[in-house]
């Protein structure tokens, strides 16, 4: 009788521990496994990688990746049927209805336009249709060509109407281009969307824009790597110390060019005063910046800017910027100089 009420007794004690033991080891096996997660797609016309360093769940990666296939729908400019390439298939004939985010975006390139007086302009589609760099179509056009296209540059024919929530590109033949833009814009709203998803630890690289989110695990300060512009993507000349929130973004001639017949190189930034490739001997501009869509209008822009003009007007955003010279010399702000340490003893640190 003892020995039966003591079975009893022990019984559902061993249960209870047994229990507990597996729920125990069960959710943190779960809570291991869906702290870290990786994924990379071709979306934006480049790789798009998040990997989620503490706190990841499907629902996180999955609703940031529907944001940037939704992104590419609204403002790529080289897919057919997309808000963009209707607006510009419309130009000249009819306002397009366009959805608050790139309403928003277009306002912002204009912004960026205007504070860098044109060097930065999103309606330069035309002329960079025309080059076609980076695509089957890319060639050198002629003289006459490039001015044409360039008379059909100008980014005070663009009309943002909120009221009516449309745009519209008022020269036929006018075509918009958020290309210099649009993956900065893509990588803050994944920074938002990962933080309502409660991710405490992320990188989002959409094709070497990069924006941290949270802490790093180890609490220490996020390390960035800076492209080294002779060298191929993702290998870096040094290392930006930042805490999260921040965002670093290149702008180079390495990204997209081609070589001519006659042996010369041809990159995929314009200056709109010319209508041809930017020679100032600039190979690369860094922006850091806790706005990604900032520093990737304004890596672009201050490319086109140049050194001098464009270091003022880093400064007047307020943001980090590493100017570097077909020579190999870098130049820095005063922002930039606090948290990037170069590693690569081949390129040189000046102050002009
Ligand atoms: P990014 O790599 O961010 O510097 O952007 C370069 C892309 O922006 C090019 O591939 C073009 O689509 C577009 N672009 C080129 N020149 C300019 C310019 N001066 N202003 C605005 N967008 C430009
Ligand atoms: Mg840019």
């Not at 993507?233 to 999260?244: D, K, Q, Y």
Request: contains cysteine.
């Amino acid at each position: 009788m003892n020995c039966f009420n003591n079975q009893q007794k022990k019984k559902p004690k061993i249960v209870f521990f047994l229990l507990a033991g597996f729920i125990l080891f069960s959710t943190s096996f779960l809570s291991c496994e869906a702290k870290t997660l990786n994924r990379s797609e071709l979306v934006l016309g480049t790789i798009c990688s998040i990997r989620i360093l503490d706190g990841a769940s499907k629902k996180a990666m999955d609703a940031a990746f529907n944001r940037l296939e939704e992104i590419e729908a609204v403002m790529s400019a080289n897919k057919e049927g997309t808000v963009v390439d209707t607006i510009n298939s419309n130009s000249g004939i009819s306002a397009v209805k366009s959805p608050e985010d790139l309403r928003y975006l277009v306002k912002k390139a204009m912004s960026i336009a205007d504070a860098s007086d044109g060097a930065f302009d999103p309606s330069i589609g035309t002329l960079v249709k025309l080059w076609g760099i980076g695509f089957d179509s890319e060639n050198v056009p002629n003289a006459e060509d490039i001015k044409k296209a360039l008379l059909l540059t100008g980014r005070k024919e663009i009309i943002v109407d909120d009221k009516n929530g449309t745009i519209f590109l008022a020269r036929e033949g006018m075509k918009l281009d958020l290309g210099a833009i649009a993956k900065g814009y893509a990588a803050d709203q994944v920074s938002d969307i990962l933080s309502k998803y409660r991710v405490k630890a992320a990188v989002i690289d959409l094709g070497g824009n990069i924006k941290v989110v949270g802490k790093k695990p180890d609490k220490q300060s996020w390390k960035i790597g800076v492209q080294n512009p002779f060298d191929t993507r993702g290998s870096r000349l040094g290392l930006a110390s930042l805490e999260g929130g921040y965002s670093v973004v290149t702008s180079g001639i390495y990204e997209r060019h081609f070589v001519s017949d006659d042996g010369v190189d041809y990159h995929h930034i314009f200056d709109p005063k010319t209508g041809y490739p930017v020679r100032n001997g600039l190979v690369s501009v860094t922006i850091i910046s806790k706005s990604s869509t900032d520093a990737d209008g304004l890596a672009t822009a201050l490319f086109v800017l140049g050194k001098e003009k464009g270091m003022a007007m880093a400064d007047k955003w307020a943001v980090g910027a590493i100017f570097i010279d077909q020579d190999r010399t870098l130049v820095l702000n005063e922002y930039a100089k606090k948290v990037f340490s170069l590693e690569d003893s081949s390129f040189t640190e000046s102050d002009s």
